[in-house]
């Protein structure tokens, strides 16, 4: 075997090793978000049926206030306080008028400003770190400047971002929310959907999504 056939091979055997270890990290992947999956629909399904506290027996309150028949379903540490900020308001332009001394050193302008004030472009913003509790009833977060209740009853919609991220939107004020992360984004989210599925009585709607999403996630597994 010459030397550039043997720098082939070598060069083809690493090529499948490659692609052998990729398929091998994929089908990891998809058996741990599956095992996911069947755990939350176990969950969703032992609350719908009654076994609640089976699976939340924790009775912790963590620091927080907790009203009679409230129960920790997630604790966050150290997660940030996002909210919607402002810019501040620019101005270009200069003064277009003319000015004349009254007395001393005071001087008076006329005419008017020809330049132009532009407003800050709004964007989200970590504004503060704490810790939070997710309840049956209600998110809550405490941190160095800010304190922030979110009920469920009162939220027009939940959006989830990439980077761990987690906004509310609620039916008064500006939108806001907690950033906890990539890492425990998935577990985060899910114990979020399923406090909000038990604080408005949709459980069975949320196994139903569920049910759904396991389905999707068979059809794509590795070959």
């Keep these: ?82 909210e919607t900020v402002r810019a501040p308001t620019t101005y270009s332009g200069g003064y277009g008028g003319v000015s004349f001394p009254l007395f001393g050193k005071v001087r008076m302008n006329t005419g008017a400003m020809r330049g132009r004030a532009t407003r800050g472009e709004e964007s989200i913003s970590m504004t503060d770190r704490g810790n939070a509790l997710v309840t049956n009833t209600r998110i809550m977060f405490a941190g160095a400047k800010r304190a922030k209740e979110w009920r469920y009853e009162k939220m027009l919609s939940v959006s989830h971002l990439a980077g761990g991220i987690t906004i509310f939107a609620m039916n008064t004020g500006k939108p806001s929310g907690l950033g906890y992360g990539e890492g425990p984004a998935m577990e985060v989210q899910f114990r979020l959907e399923l406090a909000s599925a038990m604080a408005l009585d949709t459980l069975d709607r949320y196994e139903a999504e569920l049910v759904a999403e396991k389905a999707h996630h068979d059809s794509e597994r590795p070959a």
């Design 1 to 82: 075997m010459g030397f550039f056939e043997n720098r082939r091979r070598k060069a083809a055997e690493r090529a499948q090793a490659r692609a052998e270890a990729a398929r091998t990290a994929a089908a990891q992947t998809w058996q741990q978000e599956s095992d996911a999956i069947d755990r939350m629909l176990e969950v969703v399904r032992d609350c719908r049926n009654g076994k609640t506290h089976e699976q939340f027996t924790d009775s912790s309150d963590y620091g927080f206030m907790l009203k009679k028949g409230e129960f920790a379903i997630a604790h966050l540490e150290k997660v940030g306080y996002i």
